[in-house]
């Protein structure tokens, strides 16, 4: 099925977005494990893979349409040095996604492309209420209780 050009260039976008955030939450995950914050990094490496199955609903989407998936372009990663930055980094790119997926959304409404529309508006609820609310969970989390009593609970017991 030929797909609009428009929702095409769009799907490109979002799909250079999504796999840049599983980038991002992987070296996160992988700095998180190093620190020796191992649910931190359990939850991390979780989002990555979640990205990727955006990324690959993306690319299924896009192949439907009779398009090409772009798996080379990516976005600048923004890796933080310390767990505040790294969750304030991810907490950005989500907000990022939100915003170029509602637009995704309205792009797909005027071409009249509901089965995309309908597919982005599941990513934009994962987005949101999965990925940003526990981003902004964590940090509220860090003001709380103080950034060395939320690391300690991100450590698991040593046996």
């Known amino acids: 099925m030929k797909g609009?050009?428009?929702?095409?260039?769009?799907l490109n976008s979002l799909l250079?977005?999504?796999l840049s955030a599983s980038d991002q939450y992987l070296i996160h995950g992988e700095m998180y494990a190093d620190f020796g914050l191992s649910h931190l990094s359990e939850k991390s490496l979780h989002e990555s893979e979640h990205e990727?199955?955006?990324?690959?609903?993306?690319?299924q989407r896009i192949l439907f349409l009779e398009g090409t998936p772009n798996l080379v372009k990516r976005e600048a990663l923004t890796i933080g040095i310390g767990v505040p930055e790294m969750l304030k980094a991810d907490l950005e790119v989500e907000y990022h996604v939100v915003g170029e997926l509602k637009k995704a959304i309205a792009a797909c409404e005027k071409a009249g492309d509901y089965v995309t529309r309908e597919m982005l508006s599941v990513q934009l609820e994962d987005t949101e209420m999965d990925h940003a609310y526990w981003l902004e969970q964590q940090l509220r989390l860090i003001n709380l209780v103080g950034l060395e009593?939320?690391?300690?609970?991100?450590?698991?017991?040593?046996i």
Do not use: F, V
């Not at 609009?4 to 769009?10: H, V």
């Not at 990727?52 to 690319?59: E, F, S, T």
């Open 52 to 59: 990727r199955q955006h990324a690959r609903a993306l690319i």
């Open 4 to 10: 609009d050009k428009n929702i095409l260039k769009t």
């Open 149 to 158: 009593n939320y690391q300690q609970s991100q450590m698991k017991p040593s």
């Open 16 to 18: 250079a977005g999504e």
